[in-house]
């Protein structure tokens, strides 16, 4: 049997259409993809901006004031309310671990007769930096936390008339986040007083 042209041509466009019919379902399928693509991209973004919000807030800063002439530098962070303070001295020192329990402060009074005995003999006007180990409780939201770090106490002696020298703090700067005893140590002795 013979295939009339008609039914030759019918054939063909049998055929065109299901090349079409195919290509239909390809760019669906594509379509598809994409957009499901698209969308787990976009809630990835969701969760590492999430994630880092979160990092974001729960981080300390704490800024110190100082007080009381030099004698007092007041702790606190914009962000957190802060429970607890914990300050950590270098060993070679001699000072015991603090934890001031009325306010969130640091007092000159653990380190006045160290600094002022290691910095004696030399000139009644100095200046420097004391390395302590920082630890934090404070909220964040309803979790509680705890943040350590190492702080630079800046401090600068001044000769007085009849008595001597004297101490005052300046300021504090974050030195480094985390830390611990031996780090704490090690940044100490490379002060050299």
């Known amino acids: 049997m013979s295939e009339t042209s008609e039914q030759a041509t019918r054939r063909r466009w049998v055929t065109l259409a299901e090349v079409v019919a195919v290509a239909g379902v390809v760019i669906a399928g594509l379509t598809f993809y994409t957009g499901w693509a698209d969308r787990k991209a976009d809630q990835a973004a969701r969760v590492a901006e999430h994630s880092t919000e979160a990092r974001e807030r729960s981080r300390v800063d704490l800024v110190a004031t100082v007080e009381s ?6 702790i606190k962070d914009e962000k957190h309310d ?8 270098p060993k070679a020192l001699g000072i015991a671990p603090e934890r001031p329990v009325a306010d969130i402060a640091i007092g000159i009074d653990a380190i006045e007769t160290p600094i002022l005995k290691l910095t004696d003999g030399g000139a009644d006007d100095r200046a420097g930096r004391l390395p302590v180990l920082l630890t934090v409780r404070y909220w964040d939201g309803d979790t509680a936390r705890t943040s350590t770090a190492i702080y630079d106490l800046i401090w600068k002696t001044e000769g007085r008339m009849l008595r001597g020298r004297t101490l005052r703090l300046q300021g504090m700067r974050l030195r480094e986040r985390g830390g611990n005893q031996a780090r704490l140590d090690t940044l100490w002795a490379r002060e050299k007083l």
Do not use: E
Not at 69 to 74: E, K, M, S
């Open 69 to 74: 002439d030099g004698q007092r530098l007041a």
């Open 82 to 89: 802060l429970q607890d303070l914990a300050v950590v001295f």
